[in-house]
């Protein structure tokens, strides 16, 4: 996988850590990543 898809996965690990509050930020950051590799796919 690419690295920017293993952060992605790897901030949705560390969601139980944090309070429910939290979690909409780290969706948006996840989504923003992974609509990036996406992107950089189209480029190739």
Same mark, same amino acid.
């Given at each position: 996988?690419t690295?920017?898809v293993?952060?992605?996965?790897? +901030? %949705?690990?560390?969601?139980?850590?944090?309070?429910?509050? $939290?979690?909409?930020?780290?969706?948006?950051?996840?989504? +923003? %990543?992974?609509?990036?590799?996406?992107?950089a796919?189209? $480029?190739?």
């Open positions: 996988m690295a920017p293993d952060l992605a996965r790897s +901030r %949705l690990q560390d969601l139980d850590e944090k309070p429910v509050a $939290e979690h909409v930020a780290v969706y948006d950051e996840v989504h +923003r %990543l992974l609509q990036d590799a996406l992107a796919l189209d $480029e190739d």
